[in-house]
């Protein structure tokens, strides 16, 4: 029986996936990324746990998640960094009548993608920027690599896009060309979600004692998250519910 490295649990998910969500966030992840909310994530640390102590748990609050249209989600850190567990979890969770997301950045082999595809229902996929500039200040992976996972798995799974809005980064025209260029060449299922960026996990770099590199970069205004999907709509883009 594989074991999973986790950082934690939330048993009651409203953001990670359609309805109310088991939402389990693994450890370990080699992104980097310089607005990360959840640094305390990328070390592997020593908490473990087994697929059947999940699902156990999961079931004790099934009646809400079934109701809610809602489920598993496995988030981290990076799910694709371990695999063997994900796929073993949410194999079984699929034979129990369980709804399954992983919320992943795509920085992973392929041979990681596929053994966890099978048993997924939709994917979140971060894309950390649009623009090979913007991979490189903000994450320590290329943008290549990580396009060729995207295509890779919004051809065989509905994925919903999270994109994450950060002044002088990620907003500007180039930025937005690039997104809707992206997204374009995507199966016409995918939607996108548009995130504003927030500044609450600077508390988590003092506390691991990191320097935030983004300190100084403010959160976008409502009207300019509104804008910014605005213009996704009228290139024919289709966003997330959540958007709506």
Not at 71 to 89: D, N
Not at 110 to 136: I, W
Not at 183 to 201: I, R, S
Request: proline share 5%; glycine share 10%.
């Amino acid at each position: 029986m594989v074991k999973g490295f986790y950082h934690s649990k939330l048993t009651f998910g409203t953001m990670d996936g359609p309805g109310i969500r088991y939402v389990l966030f693994l450890a370990g992840c080699r992104m980097g990324c310089a607005f990360c909310h959840n640094p305390d994530t990328w070390a592997q640390g020593q908490q473990l746990i087994t697929a059947e102590e999940v699902l156990q748990e999961a079931e004790d609050y099934r009646q809400f998640y079934d109701s809610s249209g809602g489920g598993i989600t496995v988030s981290g850190g990076e799910p694709l960094l371990q695999p063997e567990f994900v796929a073993e979890l949410l194999a079984k969770a699929k034979a129990r009548g369980w709804h399954t997301v992983i919320d992943t950045c795509g920085l992973a082999g392929k041979e990681a993608v596929m053994q966890v595809l099978p048993y997924v229902d939709r994917v979140l996929f971060s894309l950390k920027g649009s623009t090979e500039g913007s991979y490189h200040d903000l994450t320590k992976a290329k943008r290549k690599d990580i396009l060729a996972n995207l295509r890779l798995i919004a051809a065989r799974k509905p994925v919903t896009l999270r994109y994450v809005l950060i002044p002088g980064y990620t907003d500007g025209k180039d930025s937005l060309a690039a997104l809707i260029g992206i997204v374009h060449a995507l199966p016409q299922t995918v939607e996108v979600e548009v995130l504003p960026y927030h500044t609450m996990g600077i508390v988590k770099w003092d506390e691991l004692g990191w320097d935030y590199t983004l300190r100084d970069v403010p959160e976008p205004s409502k009207g300019e998250v509104d804008s910014f999907r605005q213009s996704l709509r009228q290139a024919g883009i289709r966003l997330a519910a959540t958007e709506n």
